[in-house]
């Protein structure tokens, strides 16, 4: 494909774990910013807007977040993303990304996910853990019933604070905007919690929120 590298420079442990969670090698994908269509945190609607005005198709994946603060830490963290196939053989990264000042994205292709914007329907972040002590971490919380372990991918919340298994749970989150209320009453049906004037609010005045809901409802786009 054009405008495309293979990129086989991660460590090991989490180039196995991102191969495995999409089923493709990662690669490097040229950014193209002199589109219109840039704005950053906005890939999905970036890239179908840039269909609309000029054609060609999109393609989902894996995007590192690639913040030194994060990687030297042994996180590595992956964002579902949009990338714009100008044609079927040229591809674009045609979004403005604030963690990366290089000419290249990497990003890794998925096939078997698809964003459904019609309905509000993306996927959370993905965390791999590099290294042991960390995993550690993680499971010294005595709140998980599975074992975490390094070049797995998990499900984040974007504060890292928690993690879900991708066996047991498929990684889609619904957004909670005007124009998807399907998504705003499955939440209050889910888990008895309604928006009012843009928080969320309990229907039996708890002040906890489950975890799980967290994962799959969100006022904002994660992208």
């Given at each position: 494909?054009?405008?495309?590298?293979?990129?086989?420079?991660?460590?090991?442990?989490?180039?196995?774990?991102?191969?495995?969670?999409?089923?493709?090698?990662?690669?490097?994908?040229?950014?193209?910013?002199?589109?219109?269509?840039?704005?950053?945190?906005?890939?999905?609607?970036?890239?179908?807007?840039?269909?609309?005005?000029?054609?060609?198709?999109?393609?989902?994946?894996?995007?590192l977040?690639?913040?030194?603060?994060?990687?030297?830490?042994?996180?590595?963290?992956?964002?579902?993303?949009?990338?714009?196939?100008?044609?079927?053989?040229?591809?674009?990264?045609?979004?403005?990304?604030?963690?990366?000042?290089?000419?290249?994205?990497?990003?890794?292709?998925?096939?078997?996910?698809?964003?459904?914007?019609?309905?509000?329907?993306?996927y959370?972040?993905?965390?791999?853990?590099?290294?042991?002590?960390?995993?550690?971490?993680?499971?010294?919380?005595?709140?998980?019933?599975?074992?975490v372990?390094?070049?797995?991918?998990?499900?984040?919340?974007?504060d890292?604070?928690?993690?879900?298994?991708?066996?047991?749970?498929?990684g889609?989150?619904?957004?909670?905007?005007?124009?998807?209320?399907?998504?705003?009453?499955?939440?209050?049906?889910?888990?008895?919690?309604?928006?009012?004037?843009?928080?969320?609010?309990?229907?039996?005045?708890?002040?906890?929120?489950?975890s799980?809901?967290?994962?799959?409802?969100?006022?904002?786009?994660?992208?």
């Open positions: 494909m054009k405008n495309t590298l293979p990129y086989d420079k991660l460590p090991t442990v989490v180039y196995n774990g991102i191969k495995s969670h999409s089923g493709n090698n990662p690669l490097l994908v040229k950014q193209k910013l002199d589109t219109p269509n840039k704005k950053p945190l906005n890939c999905h609607i970036n890239v179908e807007k840039q269909i609309e005005e000029f054609g060609g198709s999109l393609l989902n994946g894996w995007l977040t690639k913040k030194s603060s994060l990687i030297d830490g042994g996180i590595w963290r992956w964002t579902y993303h949009s990338v714009w196939l100008k044609t079927h053989e040229e591809c674009y990264d045609i979004t403005k990304d604030n963690h990366n000042s290089r000419d290249y994205s990497t990003f890794v292709p998925d096939n078997s996910r698809k964003i459904n914007l019609k309905v509000g329907i993306t959370n972040d993905i965390l791999i853990i590099e290294n042991q002590e960390l995993a550690n971490q993680y499971n010294e919380t005595g709140i998980y019933n599975f074992e372990k390094t070049g797995v991918a998990y499900w984040v919340l974007p890292l604070s928690r993690i879900r298994d991708t066996k047991s749970y498929d889609k989150y619904r957004l909670i905007r005007p124009e998807y209320p399907l998504n705003s009453k499955m939440l209050e049906e889910q888990y008895d919690l309604k928006i009012v004037n843009g928080k969320l609010v309990s229907n039996t005045g708890s002040q906890d929120v489950n799980n809901m967290l994962f799959e409802f969100s006022l904002n786009s994660r992208s």
